[in-house]
């Protein structure tokens, strides 16, 4: 899913599409993960990223390590390229992208598998300009994207529009 993601859609959407190669990319739980995790592994290829609900740090939750083992084997150091928490605090230069997340407060994953203070926390480390909001009553669902989508597409749209206005 990592290639097509990061270089099969954009060739398709390129070659299809009268479109710039400048990219936003988003999730929601583990797309949340992925979209985090495949913007920082390639920092100069989105302007913007933003998530829903995400698993931020799996190699410290129940379900990222689990598939981790699964799919990467038991070399927890090899995890570290696949986890948001750890890329970020670990950015060896400033990632030139803006990153957007929301969280509902009632979710039943965030304390177990969501850990969205380790993201907080290598933000702040590494000084990366996170935009954290937390929702009280929100929790995984349907009903919490759909009450916030529409900020996440400005979001996308104001920095995509600032390196090419129209």
Same mark, same amino acid.
């Given at each position: 899913?990592?290639?097509?993601?990061?270089?099969?859609?954009?060739?398709?959407?390129?070659?299809?599409?009268?479109?710039?190669? +400048?990219?936003?990319?988003?999730?929601?739980?583990?797309?949340?993960?992925?979209?985090?995790?495949?913007?920082?592994?390639?920092?100069?290829?989105?302007? #913007?990223?933003?998530?829903?609900?995400?698993?931020?740090?799996?190699? +410290?939750?129940?379900?990222?390590?689990?598939?981790?083992?699964?799919?990467?084997?038991?070399?927890?150091?090899?995890?570290?390229?696949?986890? #948001? #928490?750890?890329?970020?605090?670990?950015?060896?230069?400033?990632?030139?992208?803006?990153?957007?997340?929301?969280?509902?407060?009632?979710?039943?994953?965030?304390?177990?598998?969501?850990?969205?203070?380790?993201?907080?926390?290598?933000?702040?480390?590494?000084?990366?300009?996170? +935009?954290?909001?937390?929702?009280?009553?929100?929790?995984?669902?349907?009903?919490?994207?759909?009450?916030?989508?529409?900020?996440?597409?400005?979001?996308?749209?104001?920095?995509?529009? +600032?390196?090419?206005?129209?």
């Amino acid at each position: 899913m990592y290639d097509y993601v990061v270089e099969e859609l954009p060739a398709l959407i390129e070659t299809t599409f009268p479109v710039t190669t +400048q990219q936003a990319i988003a999730g929601h739980s583990m797309g949340s993960h992925g979209a985090l995790m495949i913007a920082l592994n390639n920092p100069t290829s989105y302007v #913007s990223v933003s998530a829903f609900s995400p698993i931020s740090n799996p190699t +410290q939750c129940p379900w990222g390590q689990k598939a981790f083992e699964t799919y990467l084997g038991r070399d927890r150091d090899s995890w570290r390229s696949y986890d #948001s #928490s750890e890329l970020l605090k670990n950015a060896e230069k400033p990632v030139p992208m803006l990153m957007l997340m929301d969280q509902g407060e009632a979710d039943s994953f965030l304390v177990e598998q969501l850990k969205p203070e380790a993201l907080e926390a290598a933000a702040k480390a590494s000084n990366y300009p996170l +935009q954290l909001r937390r929702y009280s009553g929100y929790d995984h669902n349907y009903y919490f994207i759909a009450s916030f989508i529409e900020g996440h597409v400005r979001f996308h749209a104001k920095y995509l529009c +600032q390196i090419y206005p129209n």
